[in-house]
């Protein structure tokens, strides 16, 4: 192999020799530079490359050829998203057919900014009000889309998991939270009794849930913000929501609560126009979330080995005593 350009961190040699060398070679005119794989992405490698000719990309490369549908998935999102005029990082290239290279990806222009959630301890509450609002008008353009059914990670509105009803969206995000905590064994089980109560009690409200679409991966993460503390874009559109309109904001909720932030979910808030109704679902949702979180310690993921932070346990077990006595109160 001619390795004659930096690699900044582990890369696959299959994805280096057989898709990204030869895509930038024949579509980009230029040469790698360096190459470095970011510690994201469930179901999908990602690399930024810069070029020798200082352009600066993303590849997203699924990890198995069976994700094929993802990236179509992807592509179907994003322009449904420009149609919006939803600020997204433009594609420059794709290939699906899996004919010339093997396995399905997508190249997008790289930008050069941060994740909020990387960047949340420099912003001002001048700047967060502002990306509040940002991310409202987003939500609300998305909303704007037609509705069509009880949807989990929607891909088209030909093809997505269908659900009934919203509550057996919610059962089943339940029995994965369940899965997971049980595997990892960090936390007791009960919790998951608990929530699965708060669920049963609330039925009448999640009965009158109607399937409005949301983007659900905007929360405390796909945000992209320029070093003056600006909205600038929002990555990672894979699939969107159908379902309860305001889920979305119940787990940015989660997120905030335990960065101590909650000043933007009151910017959020109040750009929503929210009820005291939807203030009280609020909580129902953002304690299904913390054990959601909950669930997530203990596993490895994209690392090396699972990290066990104790003081990240303590926090969740103290969110939750506090949410679910404020819910306790209230019933």
Partial sequence: ????????????????????IPVINENFDSELK?????????????????????????????YFLSNKSKIVWSIFWYEQMKALWIKVPELLYSDVSCDKYPKPFTVSERLEWDDIWNMIDTLSDESLNSIAKEIVAIQNKISSLG???WFWEMTNYENGDLKESWKDFLYEKIDRIKT?????????????TKIEKIVNDNSAYFDKVKPVPFFDDITSKNIIIDNNGN???????DTMTFGDRLYWLWLTNMAFIFLDRIFYIECLSKYLKLTEEDLRIMNLYTIIFCVDFMSEVGHKFN?????????????????????YSDLSKKN
């Fill in 231 to 237: 909205f600038s874009w929002v990555v990672d559109f």
């Fill in 34 to 62: 360096t190459i470095r794989r970011f510690p994201t992405g469930s179901c999908h490698f990602v690399y930024d490359a810069i070029l020798k000719s200082e352009k600066n990309i993303v590849f997203r490369i699924w």
């Fill in 1 to 20: 192999m001619d390795n004659d350009f930096f690699l900044s961190s582990e890369i696959d040699i299959e994805n280096l020799n057989k898709i990204i």
């Fill in 180 to 192: 997971n905590l049980t595997k990892a064994n960090v936390f007791d089980v009960s919790y998951i």
């Fill in 303 to 323: 690392k090396d080995e699972a990290i066990i932070d104790e003081n990240k346990i303590k926090k969740f077990k103290e969110i939750f005593k506090g949410i």
């Fill in 147 to 149: 509705a069509w059914a």
